[in-house]
Every structure is written in structure tokens, then in C-alpha cells.
């Protein structure tokens, strides 16, 4: 029995607490990580619905059923929940189909820059001296890049499609994973830990890959969100353009272009597929602050 | 002093000249520029002419090396499309991009700053959160959709603003705020932070102590330091600006090189497009060089490194 005295009850048992306990508990009090999730998670469950979901497919013409409102507008009509673009085609499963491009786009791109970037960013902090000057231009040289021209004049020349979109921004986002992998490994590389996996003989491989990534991890997984978000608002950009995903495949930036044409009298054929463009960029940037809010506070401002 | 400086020009000019290199190679790693160029249903001998007339059938480094030696002396070569060379093509394109950009700036900066101190001032306020949800929904928002919006509220519904061209001052509004809005969370995030940081400092709590009005406090003494990291990224803020033209410029058919980049991009005019990446790289090393020369003569620390 404890005595009564009604201060220890108010005290938390930090310790008993787990970290990643820890980390639940923070985040359960984040509403910009829980608004950001649950954005995130509701569009992924309705792109990989999409089939299920979706009224007809995201190609199918309707020529006699052409640039139909809404159904919360004037003339529209429960048969297109969002109306129809200027062949005939459901709005509503374009839209859906085109979270799945979005998504499958933003998430290559994603790894092949993390990868890539990671790789040159640990390789940097880790070995420093020429290792790392070296790379260190590297990375300057691609900021000195103008990345919106680079990707649309490489896509008009490799032509454009689905894959080469990937590639492309996959080989430009980068940046941001290298200089944070390589800053987190320096600040780490000197650490009793990482001194005793040496000393033990352990191969290097085993040990960036045991010891080292798992303790960067979080600020990379921070960088992965608003690179993806990144990638996502890039293809869109040159989908817009031409040069990025082609017809008739149902990308957002594509739909906004295709919509561009009717500005004056349907608005909303460029409202629609900006506003999940829109959405969707939010709730990947929101979960990736509220990440880095979560698993580093004391850098939080 | 003077070996850091010589130090970071020798820098700035591999990382242009590499950029250059690297910028080239990819240009032409596609296949055949000269098919490209003599368009569909071209002749194998039209081709062929096209790629001895232009030199595309010299080994790359050769090429690289006799434009490389043409683009330091200011010529950039014909332009393949346009009917005059690309160096005139850029004189005539580039002061538009260099207005827009600066105004977009301007605007970012007369948003962000004030924003951002009125944040640290007051934090946890509604300024404060209202400065946040704004930098959230404008870092998600796409900025030729918003371009779009803008043109459906402004030019459509509310005719105000001329949609395109670039004749008259009106015509800049809209471009400028779509490129500076951009820039805007970013630089408001750092101020606040840097404003915040400054008024935990001592000197801060000194100038209140010896009976200083709140505005002196902050307008005289906590300004200058807060915002010098925002100065600093403004420089690398304008080089993104002047990337993200290409998109902004094509929209409202506004006469500078990003929408001539656009142009020559879909008429496979290589060396316009070529050019175009070059003068926008080394504008951006250009800014890159000169904000580290500023911070180092501001904060003799730096220059240790």
C-alpha cells in the first residue's frame, strides 16, 4: 500500500514506457500527423479500390455523354457522380484511377532517389576527406541544376512515358536524401557503438546496414515523405506540360491540361483533379512534419 | 580572407563547368538529335544531312569541347526553330524572366518577413497559426493549378487582370504571385525560427531592460540578426524562381526564357534549349557564390572552414 499523500499519483511512469510507446503517444496528440495519415490512408485504400469502386473504366468513351457537370450542378446527374470530360469518360474513375499513378509515380520515384541518395549521403559522412568532397560537389552540382527544365528537355528526348517519368525524377530528387544522410551519419559516425562494430571486425556492409541506417532512419523517412510529395507535384507539372505521362492514361496533371481547353464554361474539370492533386501533396507533407515533430521534438520550432 | 574567396570562385566554376558537361552528355544521350530535328518522315539523306551539317556525327567530347568554347565567348550557335541566333533569342527573352523574378522576390519577401516576426512575436497566437496553415496549404498547392485558378477567378469571372501576354504591368500580377507564393513558407518558416532564436538572446533582454519600446526592441535591435538566414536562402530562392519560370511562363504566354525554353524544347532546338540550362545554372551558381561571400564577410566564423 502506498501512502496517501495525492502527489505521486499525478506523476507518469515514463519509465515504463517503451520507445516506441513513446512514439505512439506523441503521435496520438499530433492532429497534423493524424489529419496527414488519415488523408494518406483514405486516398491509397481508394486507389488500390479503384477497380471495385469505379462506375466504368478510366478509358471508357461515352461520346454522346460529353462534358457532363457534376451531379451537384446544373444538367448533372447520379450516372457521373463527377460528370464526364470531353470524350464521354467518367470523371469519377478517371480520378480514382489516376490516385494509383499518382501514387505509383511518387513511390518509385521515391526509392530510386532514396536509394541513390542515401547510399551517397552515408558513403560521404562516413569515410569524409576526398570521399566526401567529392560527393559533396556532386550534390552541389544538382542544386545548381534547373530541375523543372532539365526533366521536361530530358523527357522530350528519351520521349515520354509512364517509366521514363520515373526514371527521370528518381535521378533528380536526390538531393535532399544525400545531404541529410550525410549530415545524421556524420553526427553518429564517431559513436562508442559504431566504434565497437569496428572493433569487432564486422564488415563495413553489415555495419552501415545494422548499425548505421537503423539510427538515421527517421530523418530519412522524413525526406522520403516530402520527396514523394515532391515527385508527385513534379510529374503532374510535366504531365501538364505534355512531356510527362501521355493520353490516355488518367494522370492528374494530364486531366488539369485536357481541362485547360474548356476554362471559360467547366470550371470544374480543372477544380477536380487540382483539388485531389491538392490533397494529396497535403496530406504527404503533413504526415512528413508531423513525422519529424514525433521522432525529433527537440528540433521542433 | 582572400584564400577563402579564391577557394569558393574555384568551386563555383568546376561545379558550372560540370553541370555544363553533364547537361550536354544528357541532351544528346537520347538518341539521335538529328533525327529529331529533320522531324517525321524525314529521309535517311535529309538526316544524314542534318547530322554532318550540324556536326552531331563528331565524337561528343569534340562537340562539347567547340561549343563549350563558342558559349564563353557569348555564342550559343543558331537557333534550329527561331530565325535568329540563340544568343539574340536569350538578350531579347531574358530581361522578362529577370523582372518576373525579382517581382515574384519582392513579394515573397514582403509576405514572408512581416508574417514570420509578427509569428515569433505572438507565438501560439491566431497570426501565428494562421502564418502556419498558410505555409502548409502553400507548399501542397500546385503552382500551375493555382495559375489556372487565378485565371478563372481573375481574367474569367471577375475580368481584372489580362490572362496572358506581356505588354503592360498588369500582366506581371498574376505570374508574380504564383512564382513568389512558392517561395513564401519556406521564408517565413526561417524568419520565425531565426526571430525567435534572437529574441531569447541576452542583448534582446538587455535592450528591454534599459527601458527600449517594444517596436525598438524588435524593428532595430532583433530584425537585423533575425533575418539574415532569410536573406541567405532568398538568393538560392531566386535561382529555383527563375527554374520555375519554364512552367509559369508557358501558362500565361509570358515572352521569357522559360516559356522560349518550353518553346524549343517541343521543336527539338537543341541549342537554344542547351543554352538556356546553361545561363540558368550558372545564374544560379552566380547567386550561390555571392550569398557565401556575403555570410563570410558578415560572420568572420565561417570563413574558418
Known amino acids: 500500500m502506498q501512502p496517501a499523500t495525492g502527489l505521486e499519483n499525478d506523476l507518469p511512469e515514463p519509465a515504463l514506457l517503451s520507445p516506441g510507446q513513446v512514439l505512439w503517444q506523441r503521435a496520438r496528440h499530433h492532429s497534423g500527423f493524424l489529419l496527414g495519415g488519415t488523408g494518406l490512408a483514405l486516398i491509397i485504400i481508394l486507389a488500390i479500390a479503384a477497380p471495385l469502386i469505379a462506375p466504368y473504366g478510366p478509358s471508357e468513351q461515352d461520346l454522346l455523354q460529353r462534358l457532363k457537370p457534376p451531379m451537384w450542378a446544373d444538367g448533372g446527374s447520379a450516372i457521373h457522380i463527377l460528370g464526364t470530360d470531353q470524350l464521354g469518360r467518367d470523371y469519377f474513375s478517371r480520378l480514382l484511377y489516376g490516385a494509383r499513378l499518382s501514387l505509383i509515380i511518387g513511390l518509385s520515384a521515391m526509392l530510386i532517389s532514396g536509394i541513390i541518395g542515401s547510399t551517397l549521403g552515408i558513403v560521404a559522412g562516413y569515410f569524409g576527406g576526398r570521399i566526401d568532397l567529392a560527393i559533396t560537389f556532386l550534390i552541389t552540382s544538382r542544386l545548381s541544376m534547373p530541375v523543372v527544365l532539365i526533366a521536361l528537355a530530358v523527357a522530350a528526348v528519351f520521349g515520354s512515358s509512364l517509366e521514363t517519368v520515373i526514371l527521370i525524377l528518381g535521378f533528380l530528387l536526390w538531393d535532399g536524401f544525400a545531404v541529410v544522410a550525410r549530415s545524421s551519419t556524420i553526427q553518429i559516425r564517431d559513436t562508442e557503438y559504431l566504434l565497437a562494430a569496428r572493433a569487432l571486425g564486422m564488415p563495413l556492409w553489415r555495419l552501415i546496414l545494422t548499425e548505421l541506417l537503423p539510427n538515421i532512419k527517421d530523418a530519412l523517412i522524413v525526406v522520403a515523405t516530402l520527396e514523394m510529395a515532391h515527385a508527385i507535384l513534379l510529374e503532374s507539372a510535366l504531365s501538364f506540360l505534355g512531356l510527362g505521362v501521355q493520353p490516355p492514361l488518367p494522370s492528374w496533371g494530364l486531366m488539369i491540361a485536357e481541362g485547360k481547353d474548356y476554362l471559360l464554361f467547366e470550371p470544374w474539370l480543372i477544380m477536380i483533379p487540382g483539388t485531389a492533386l491538392f490533397m494529396l501533396v497535403m496530406s504527404i507533407n503533413l504526415l512528413g512534419d508531423g513525422l519529424r515533430d514525433i521522432s525529433a521534438p527537440e528540433g521542433r520550432s | ?305
Do not use: C
Open chain 2, 1 to 305: 580572407m582572400q584564400l577563402f574567396i579564391l577557394k569558393r570562385i574555384g568551386l563555383a566554376f568546376l561545379v558550372a563547368l560540370f553541370v555544363s558537361f553533364l547537361s550536354f552528355i544528357l541532351l544528346r544521350a537520347g538518341g539521335d538529335p538529328a533525327i529529331a530535328m529533320a522531324g517525321e518522315g524525314a529521309s535517311e539523306a535529309d538526316i544524314e544531312f542534318i547530322r554532318v551539317q550540324f556536326g552531331f556525327d563528331r565524337p561528343v567530347m569534340v562537340q562539347y569541347y567547340d561549343w563549350l568554347s563558342g558559349a564563353v565567348r557569348g555564342d550559343f550557335g543558331q537557333s534550329t526553330y527561331f530565325s535568329s541566333t540563340v544568343a539574340e533569342l536569350i538578350a531579347e527573352r531574358l530581361p522578362v524572366t529577370l523582372k518576373l523574378g525579382v517581382a515574384a522576390l519582392i513579394f515573397a519577401i514582403l509576405l514572408a518577413v512581416p508574417l514570420g516576426m509578427i509569428a515569433a512575436v505572438y507565438p501560439n497566437s491566431i497570426i501565428d497559426r494562421t502564418a502556419l496553415g498558410l505555409s502548409v496549404l502553400g507548399q501542397a498547392l500546385p503552382n500551375f493549378w493555382f495559375a489556372l485558378l487565378l485565371i478563372v477567378v481573375f481574367s474569367v469571372w471577375w475580368p481584372l487582370l489580362p490572362p496572358s501576354g506581356n505588354t503592360t504591368w498588369q500582366h506581371f500580377i498574376m505570374p508574380t504571385i504564383v512564382l513568389g507564393y512558392y517561395a513564401t513558407p519556406a521564408l517565413m518558416r526561417l524568419t520565425r525560427s531565426g526571430m525567435l532564436e534572437v529574441l531569447r538572446s541576452d542583448y534582446i533582454r538587455t535592450a528591454r531592460a534599459k527601458g527600449l519600446g517594444p517596436l525598438q526592441v524588435i524593428g532595430k535591435h532583433a530584425m537585423r540578426n533575425a533575418i539574415l538566414p532569410a536573406v541567405s536562402l532568398s538568393t538560392v530562392q531566386f535561382g529555383y524562381m527563375l527554374g520555375g519560370s519554364v512552367i509559369i511562363e508557358s501558362i500565361f504566354a509570358l515572352h521569357g526564357i522559360g516559356q522560349l525554353a518550353w518553346e524549343s524544347i517541343l521543336r527539338a532546338d537543341l541549342a537554344t534549349v542547351q543554352a538556356i540550362v546553361l545561363i540558368l545554372s550558372l545564374i544560379y551558381v552566380g547567386l550561390n557564390l555571392t550569398g557565401d561571400l556575403l555570410n563570410a564577410l558578415l560572420d568572420p566564423r565561417i570563413r574558418v572552414t
